[in-house]
T-cell receptor
Framework: RKEVEQDPGPFNVPEGATVAFNCTYS??????FFWYRQDCRKEPKLLMS???SGNEDGRFTAQLNRASQYISLLIRDSKLSDSATYLC??????????FGTGTRLLVSP | EADIYQTPRYLVIGTGKKITLECSQT?????MYWYQQDPGMELHLIHY???????EKGDLSSESTVSRIRTEHFPLTLESARPSHTSQYLC??????????????????FGSGTQLSVL
């Protein structure tokens, strides 16, 4: 079993739609969680950290469920520019970051 | 914007050649990393460093080597390139800089990557 698992997608949604991604992690000792965005042939860039109480940044909401060991990312009012791959990243033991395979999002007009 | 730079951006080279991929950051970060990523696949950690003269192998076995003689510089070397080394190599750094330890929410900043093709 992979340490961090994501549905690879692609998720095809129309502009304006709300879409949610989940990510599960296997190491219960994991300390921190992040969502990164990666555009095609580009480097990953931090989208947002995920805090225990949940956090929101504009149209993006991230939540953490430690009991079930998953994190989620909700995107409201999808824009064409949201099309990208969203990487779930978990910091586990020894401060090592583990990346999921990513979930691909395609927003169409 | 992060101040981490990789060169070259693209490299096409023949089998058996020695190559060095450069990575530099000007943020004073203690931790630096090399990841390998194939198209549509996840990032795999191949090397990391927690400071000068510290280097460790990552989760994915790699024939490459790294060095960390200066805080800002973390080059990766392949002594003899092979077609199986064809991939994208991403350098990253994290930390608060100035030798201080980062917190659990320390963020990772990536360079633009080097796309390596070995013929």
């Amino acid at each position: 079993r992979k340490e961090v698992e994501q549905d690879p997608g692609p998720f095809n949604v129309p502009e304006g739609a709300t879409v949610a991604f989940n990510c599960t992690y296997s190491n219960s000792a994991s300390q921190s969680f992040f969502w990164y965005r990666q555009d095609c042939r580009k480097e990953p860039k931090l989208l947002m950290s995920v805090y225990s109480s949940g956090n929101e940044d504009g149209r993006f909401t991230a939540q953490l469920n430690r009991a079930s060991q998953y994190i989620s990312l909700l995107i409201r009012d999808s824009k064409l520019s949201d099309s990208a791959t969203y990487l779930c990243v978990v910091k586990g033991g020894f401060q090592k970051l583990v990346f999921g395979t990513g979930t691909r999002l395609l927003v169409s007009p | 914007e992060a101040d981490i730079y990789q060169t070259p951006r693209y490299l096409v080279i023949g089998t058996g050649k020695k190559i060095t991929l450069e990575c530099s950051q000007t943020m004073g970060h203690d931790k630096m990393y090399w990841y390998q990523q194939d198209p549509g696949m996840e990032l795999h950690l191949i090397h990391y460093s927690y400071g000068v003269n510290s280097t460790e192998k990552g989760d994915l076995s790699s024939e490459s080597t790294v060095s960390r003689i200066r805080t800002e510089h973390f080059p990766l070397t392949l002594e003899s390139a092979r077609p199986s080394h064809t991939s994208q190599y991403l350098c990253a750094s994290s930390g608060l800089g100035g030798g201080r330890q980062g917190g659990v929410n320390e963020k990772l900043f990536f360079g633009s990557g080097t796309q390596l093709s070995v013929l």
